[in-house]
């Protein structure tokens, strides 16, 4: 069979039709292999998208208590689906900000440098925000990116990453390694992780395991809670087709439930007694 033909026979075929493809000049449809950076508009967003502005139109502020389901609780059913996509449970995952903006939040808890342990691996070819990150996360502790970062993988080898160049690493310099931070599908050679594997052997080292999912999520079957990710993060316009601008997602295993957060702000303070405005924080579960 050529591609076509086993296009047409794939069971997911149907769903094409839920979503709408650019245009060529010659008034085809485009074959669209850019999921990665961009998903497609599933046809139904604008209806949904005119029902959320008609609520805020006709009910104001309300409008966060009011309909199915306010917006107050929008967060609920958001993580409820996303915590499915990754394996993971409800109290572990959260929707909020971008991609970067929720590394640096969770970096700033999970990155605790001290004198025995303060290095961080990432891939040689890591995509650049995940290295900007981890970069000034490691200045902002008042160390040096030059002496602490440990980077895997070689162009020779079209930056393959695997458990046993992971192994080595953890052999010779695991004592000192405080982070882990790898793309679970690389943006660059597509290589799909050991996810599993790596945080096993990283935790017989006693390391902080995160993971970017950016490429990953909506794309092959993750188990973030029984792989025991410590956190991963990921953006959900990609393969999840949330459209341009769209907040991002984070895990935080549940072992780490009582983890006080180093940065702390509104939404991060229990619902119940998040308007008593008294001034003291007391973190949401999970």
């Known amino acids: 069979m050529n591609f076509q033909e086993l296009d047409t026979a794939d069971d997911l075929a149907?769903?094409?039709?839920?979503?709408?493809?650019?245009?060529?000049?010659?008034?085809?449809?485009?074959?669209?292999?850019?999921?990665h950076s961009l998903g497609l508009q599933p046809k139904s967003t604008p209806r949904y998208m005119t029902a959320e502005l008609e609520r805020w139109g006709q009910l104001g502020v309300r409008g966060h208590f009011e309909g199915s389901p306010g917006w107050m609780d929008y967060s609920d059913d958001l993580c409820h689906i996303s915590a499915g996509l990754i394996g993971a449970t409800r109290e572990e995952v959260t929707i909020m900000n971008t991609l970067t903006v929720n590394l640096h939040v969770l970096l700033a808890s999970f990155y605790q440098p001290d004198k025995r342990r303060s290095k961080v691996v990432i891939e040689k070819n890591a995509f650049p925000s995940d290295r900007y990150v981890v970069e000034s996360q490691i200045s902002w502790r008042?160390?040096?990116?030059?002496?602490?970062?440990?980077?895997?993988?070689?162009?020779?080898?079209?930056?393959?990453?695997?458990?046993?160049?992971?192994?080595?690493?953890?052999?010779?310099?695991?004592?000192?390694?405080?982070?882990i931070l790898l793309?679970?599908?690389?943006?660059?050679?597509?290589?799909?992780?050991?996810?599993?594997?790596?945080t096993l052997k990283a935790h017989e080292y006693g390391c902080v395991v995160g993971f970017d999912l950016a490429h990953a999520v909506?794309?092959?079957?993750?188990?973030?809670?029984?792989?025991?990710?410590?956190f991963a993060v990921w953006c959900n316009y990609?393969?999840?087709?949330?459209?341009?601008?769209?907040?991002?997602?984070?895990?935080?295993h549940a072992r780490h439930c009582e983890l006080e957060p180093a940065l702390k702000g509104w939404w991060g303070h229990h619902r119940d007694t998040r308007?008593?405005?008294?001034?003291?924080?007391l973190a949401a579960a999970g």
């Open 238 to 252: 990609k393969y999840l087709n949330s459209g341009p601008g769209a907040l991002g997602g984070c895990f935080v």
């Open 142 to 179: 008042g160390l040096d990116p030059k002496e602490e970062l440990i980077e895997i993988g070689n162009a020779e080898d079209n930056y393959h990453i695997d458990l046993q160049a992971i192994s080595e690493i953890l052999e010779s310099e695991g004592e000192q390694i405080a982070l």
């Open 14 to 35: 149907p769903y094409a039709d839920h979503f709408h493809f650019p245009m060529q000049e010659n008034g085809k449809p485009y074959i669209y292999l850019v999921g």
């Open 183 to 198: 793309g679970g599908i690389n943006y660059y050679s597509g290589q799909l992780l050991e996810l599993k594997e790596i």
């Open 275 to 281: 308007f008593l405005m008294d001034g003291h924080f």
């Open 218 to 230: 909506g794309n092959v079957p993750i188990s973030a809670h029984d792989a025991g990710f410590d």
